[in-house]
């Protein structure tokens, strides 16, 4: 056999195994849940899940942890197969697609067996509880003057998205250093408002900057946590340049929420995020009409709606690359398969487009009567959205309040979306994606970024630990031994992700699969 033959051999003989692999995996945990509704029959203890924490636990940490790990290990065996099928015949790749397809919809249906997916929801909205009375307590102080603040400039020099997370990543250091955040002259002087922070949101706090800091002398500049201790209003540079970092930036969490946060959680540090950018983007009466008038046009409550967050504007070609529509409609389609395999019903096609490009829903609503990706039609979709709101991000009228209000809904419509397929280059991609956290708790798989992996501007290192060993088979790859830690680069969503082995500082392609998170924890006051 020539060195081509074999090469297809092992590629084979690796997609057998692996599959096998999975097969087998989800069959013990498909035999494991068998086995403990039988004990919860018979003990006749549990008719519905116990939304009490510590009162009952439904499945243990490590079930859950054993789940998700299993459901990863499908999605990213999808993603090579996905790519190898594109190099073989039409009949096996329809044939194996659906199979594929097939097995993701039953692991994700594992987690909500026994109602578990309320059981987790009512976890973490008991978390969240927690964190929203810190939140509350530390914004409403009873002595303006006395509490200790912490001063965020509104005015960061980027778009909307970049200066919502701008404001979050100071509200985070304010609730890991005990201080009242404030914005810098109450928020009125905003690029995107000349009525200001509360023209669209709710007061931050109800202290005044203006009552409480009477000249910039009653700032003292951010001078790492012990240095800063002492003063009673410190001023808190923008995340590029900021010294003496904190141990709780973005991708850190609370210890004390750990054990829970990553039993029911699939990405921690995001749903603890999505906390303080729901407090600060609660809407004042005229916003929140406007968003749920725009609401009341898509029909959530009659299935579920994949969202479509299209940037074709501003950084396309220099920061983000281009992708076609077709693009962002496979992984729709991919999606609702699956869906309609985790449910085992027939699903309504809908979507809703938001975009800083008027064009895209024309381009959507014609495309839609013809082929995309060969074979596949989707003239059965239905599209939502407003291109009117498109229009007013355009560049040139970006920085007005109609521009503002646009994308405050574009981003609240794409949170209560069911799934999202974007860029996570797009800071308004992840306001959405942390938002649905807020609203559903565990959303953290309801996405398909067709690029980057989360990210939060400024963040500590993104690691991974190897949980299984890898020789590289090619110069772009590097070697694997369990217990490796790797700074994260990027998933390419073909099965391979790239990093820098810490271990051995060699840098390139490694599986997927064989990794798992290196989550950061760290004690919160």
Known sequence: ?????????????????????????????????????????????????????????????????????????????????????????????????????????????????????????????????????????????????????????????????????????????????????????????????????????????????????????????????????????????????????????????????????????SNPPVFFISQFMRYLMRPNENTKRKVELAASKIPFADGPIVGLQIRRTDKVGTEAAFHPLAEYMNWAEIWFRVEENRLGRKLARRVFVASDDPDVFGEARNSLQREFAGTVTYSHYEIFGDDSIAKSAQLKSRYSEQSLIGVIIDIELLARCSYLVCTFSSQVCRMGYELMQARVGDAGESFHSLDDLYYYGGQEAHEQVAVGSYKAETANEIDLEVGDVIGVAGNHWNGFSKGTNRRTGKSGLYPSYLVREKWITVKFP
Request: with cysteine.
């Open 1 to 265: 056999m020539g060195g081509k033959g074999k090469t297809e051999q092992l590629v084979n003989e690796d997609l057998i195994n692996r599959y096998g692999q999975a097969i087998e995996d989800l069959n013990k945990l498909k035999k494991q849940n068998e086995e403990l509704r039988g004990v919860l029959r018979r003990q006749e203890t549990v008719k519905k899940p116990v939304l009490v924490p510590n009162v009952s636990d439904l499945y243990t940490y490590e079930h859950e942890i054993a789940r998700r790990d299993l459901d990863n290990s499908i999605k990213e065996l999808y993603y090579y197969l996905k790519d190898q099928f594109s190099r073989t015949n039409e009949s096996f790749l329809e044939h194996a697609t659906n199979q594929i397809l097939f097995v993701l919809g039953k692991s994700s249906a594992l987690g909500s067996v026994d109602n578990a997916r309320e059981w987790r929801t009512a976890s973490l909205s008991n978390i969240a509880s927690q964190i929203s009375n810190r939140i509350n307590a530390l914004q409403n102080p009873e002595d303006c003057s006395a509490a200790k603040k912490l001063i965020c400039n509104l005015n960061k020099a980027c778009g909307f998205g970049c200066q919502i997370h701008h404001v979050t990543y100071c509200f985070i250091v304010a609730y890991g250093t005990n201080r009242t955040l404030l914005l810098a002259n109450d928020g009125q002087s905003w690029s995107y408002s000349r009525s200001g922070w509360e023209s669209v949101f709710l007061p931050v706090s109800s202290c005044s900057y203006k009552k409480v800091i009477r000249s910039n002398r009653d700032t003292f500049t951010w001078n790492g946590y012990e240095g800063s201790m002492a003063y009673n209003a410190v001023l808190l540079p923008i995340i590029d340049s900021l010294r003496h970092r904190p141990h709780f930036l973005p991708l850190a969490f609370p210890e004390n929420f750990a054990h829970d946060l990553i039993k029911y959680h």
